[in-house]
T-cell receptor, first 116, second 112 residues
């Protein structure tokens, strides 16, 4: 069965500094990986995904993520953090295969706090 | 498109009452998911449908929970009878084949 781990409950970064939110995964076969963001009292919003191809994936709001197969990681990054990036971030993995019937499992979430 | 629409946004009920949460997925999406979010347990997958057929309901906590998808544009999650430990935010999400989920704004349930 697939699983995803976010080892940090909270990440604190000063505005303007680079940020990294960590994610590792376990899945049989090739992984399909996702990042989502959740603002208070809102649903989750899709940021970016890795399916195949270039290991560096660019997404919304200036975020990017790097797929590392040997380390089974998919860390979320941004070169310069904004206070408005403060939110809850979820990594997710989908079962291998492109079946329309496959499910997506989410990590426990990492709260990102950007101080001015 | 209006996105995934959930109702009600907030529900407060008493223990033992029946609760019905509703979801309208994005038109054309063929998979629908129900998740539950709590502080203690995070985001849990309860059940998901593909082409209106339940594929995996192993996350449904107890027989008190049931979900239906009578057609491609509507799904319900029912709790009967409700208990205080069911208090959570329940999310519905839908998906195209490309993989990413689109979430509704959630239904916040409080069982007293």
């Amino acid at each position: 069965a697939q699983s995803v781990a976010q080892p940090e409950d909270q990440v604190n970064v000063a505005e303007g500094n680079p940020l990294t939110v960590k994610c590792t995964y376990s899945v049989s076969g090739n992984p399909y990986l996702f990042w989502y963001v959740q603002y208070p009292n809102r649903g989750l919003q899709f940021l970016l995904k890795y399916i195949t191809g270039d290991n560096l994936v660019k997404g919304s709001y200036g975020f990017e993520a790097e797929f590392n197969k040997s380390q089974t990681s998919f860390h979320l990054k941004k070169p310069s953090a904004l206070v408005s990036d403060s939110a809850l971030y979820f990594c997710a993995v989908r079962e291998s295969g492109y079946s329309s019937a496959s499910k997506i499992i989410f990590g426990s979430g990492t709260r990102l706090s950007i101080r001015p | 498109d209006a996105g995934v629409i959930q109702s009600p946004r907030h529900e407060v009920t008493e223990m033992g009452q029946e609760v019905t949460l509703r979801c309208k997925p994005i038109s054309g999406h063929n998979s629908l998911f129900w998740y539950r979010q709590t502080m203690m347990r995070g985001l849990e997958l309860l059940i998901y449908f593909n082409n209106n057929v339940p594929i995996d309901d192993s996350g449904m906590p107890e027989d008190r929970f049931s979900a239906k998808m009578p057609n491609a544009s509507f799904s319900t999650l029912k709790i009967q009878p409700s208990e205080p430990r069911d208090s959570a935010v329940y999310f519905c999400a839908s998906r195209l084949l490309t993989g990413e989920l689109f979430f509704g704004e959630g239904s916040r349930l409080t069982v007293l």
